[in-house]
Protein backbone atom coordinates (compact mmCIF):
# COMPACT_ATOMS: atom_id res chain seq x y z
CA UNK A 1 0.00 0.00 0.00
CA UNK A 2 1.49 3.41 -1.26
CA UNK A 3 1.49 5.77 1.92
CA UNK A 4 2.16 9.47 1.54
CA UNK A 5 2.99 11.64 4.97
CA UNK A 6 3.97 15.34 4.90
CA UNK A 7 5.18 17.12 7.81
CA UNK A 8 6.91 20.60 7.93
CA UNK A 9 4.12 22.58 8.46
CA UNK A 10 3.70 25.03 11.27
CA UNK A 11 3.03 29.28 12.13
CA UNK A 12 5.53 31.25 10.72
CA UNK A 13 5.74 35.16 10.78
CA UNK A 14 5.39 36.99 6.94
CA UNK A 15 8.71 37.01 5.39
CA UNK A 16 9.71 33.65 7.00
CA UNK A 17 10.75 30.18 6.04
CA UNK A 18 9.73 26.22 6.00
CA UNK A 19 10.81 23.41 4.62
CA UNK A 20 8.29 20.74 4.35
CA UNK A 21 8.92 17.01 3.42
CA UNK A 22 6.68 13.86 2.04
CA UNK A 23 8.12 10.76 2.36
CA UNK A 24 6.73 7.95 0.48
CA UNK A 25 6.24 4.41 1.53
CA UNK A 26 5.14 1.55 -0.01
CA UNK A 27 5.52 -0.86 -3.08
CA UNK A 28 6.11 1.56 -5.84
CA UNK A 29 8.76 1.02 -8.88
CA UNK A 30 8.74 4.17 -10.64
CA UNK A 31 7.21 7.25 -9.80
CA UNK A 32 6.41 9.75 -12.65
CA UNK A 33 5.67 13.10 -10.91
CA UNK A 34 5.68 14.57 -7.79
CA UNK A 35 3.98 18.01 -6.26
CA UNK A 36 3.19 19.50 -4.25
CA UNK A 37 -0.81 21.43 -3.71
CA UNK A 38 -2.28 23.81 -1.70
CA UNK A 39 -5.99 24.58 -0.59
CA UNK A 40 -6.36 27.71 1.14
CA UNK A 41 -10.27 27.98 3.04
CA UNK A 42 -12.89 28.10 0.59
CA UNK A 43 -10.77 27.80 -2.49
CA UNK A 44 -10.08 25.17 -4.72
CA UNK A 45 -6.69 23.24 -4.53
CA UNK A 46 -3.91 24.73 -6.27
CA UNK A 47 -0.65 23.13 -7.98
CA UNK A 48 2.58 24.76 -6.03
CA UNK A 49 4.86 22.82 -7.17
CA UNK A 50 5.95 20.12 -9.49
CA UNK A 51 8.76 17.81 -10.34
CA UNK A 52 9.09 15.28 -13.30
CA UNK A 53 10.87 12.15 -12.94
CA UNK A 54 13.74 13.46 -15.05
CA UNK A 55 13.72 16.55 -12.96
CA UNK A 56 11.90 19.27 -14.84
CA UNK A 57 10.27 21.56 -12.49
CA UNK A 58 7.13 23.68 -12.98
CA UNK A 59 6.01 26.30 -10.24
CA UNK A 60 2.71 28.13 -9.84
CA UNK A 61 3.40 31.87 -10.82
CA UNK A 62 2.59 32.73 -7.89
CA UNK A 63 5.48 31.46 -5.81
CA UNK A 64 7.94 31.34 -8.13
CA UNK A 65 11.45 32.58 -7.01
CA UNK A 66 10.29 31.72 -3.24
CA UNK A 67 9.62 28.12 -3.17
CA UNK A 68 11.94 25.35 -4.33
CA UNK A 69 11.22 21.85 -5.32
CA UNK A 70 13.06 19.10 -4.52
CA UNK A 71 13.76 15.19 -4.12
CA UNK A 72 15.52 12.59 -2.22
CA UNK A 73 15.67 9.56 -4.19
CA UNK A 74 17.34 7.01 -1.84
CA UNK A 75 14.93 8.48 1.00
CA UNK A 76 11.76 8.25 -1.33
CA UNK A 77 11.27 12.12 0.33
CA UNK A 78 9.87 15.35 -1.43
CA UNK A 79 10.77 18.38 -0.27
CA UNK A 80 9.30 22.09 -0.86
CA UNK A 81 11.72 24.77 0.30
CA UNK A 82 9.61 27.81 0.79
CA UNK A 83 11.20 31.08 1.89
CA UNK A 84 9.77 34.72 2.03
CA UNK A 85 6.16 33.28 2.79
CA UNK A 86 3.12 35.79 2.54
CA UNK A 87 -0.10 35.58 4.39
CA UNK A 88 -1.39 34.42 0.77
CA UNK A 89 0.31 31.37 1.37
CA UNK A 90 -1.47 30.30 3.96
CA UNK A 91 -3.23 26.77 3.39
CA UNK A 92 -3.07 23.01 3.76
CA UNK A 93 -0.37 21.57 1.60
CA UNK A 94 -0.12 18.24 0.14
CA UNK A 95 2.01 16.25 -1.68
CA UNK A 96 1.01 14.27 -4.59
CA UNK A 97 2.99 11.55 -6.79
CA UNK A 98 1.73 10.18 -10.08
CA UNK A 99 2.62 6.55 -10.95
CA UNK A 100 1.34 5.20 -13.87
CA UNK A 101 -2.41 5.86 -13.89
CA UNK A 102 -2.49 6.26 -10.90
CA UNK A 103 -2.37 9.56 -8.02
CA UNK A 104 -1.98 9.15 -4.50
CA UNK A 105 -2.07 11.87 -2.32
CA UNK A 106 -1.20 12.72 1.17
CA UNK A 107 -3.24 14.17 4.36
CA UNK A 108 -1.84 17.18 3.88
CA UNK A 109 0.14 19.25 6.72
CA UNK A 110 -0.83 22.89 7.93
CA UNK A 111 0.86 26.10 6.88
CA UNK A 112 -0.21 28.93 8.55
CA UNK A 113 1.57 32.60 7.79
CA UNK A 114 0.86 35.49 9.74
CA UNK A 115 1.24 38.95 8.88
Known amino acids: QVQLVESGGGLVQAGGSLRLSCVVS????????MGWYRQAPGKQREMVAV???????NYADSVEGRFTISRDSAKNTVLLQMTSLKPEDTAVYHC?????????WGQGTQVTVSS
Open 26 to 33: GMIFRIDT
Open 96 to 104: KIHVGLTDY
Open 51 to 57: MSRGGMT
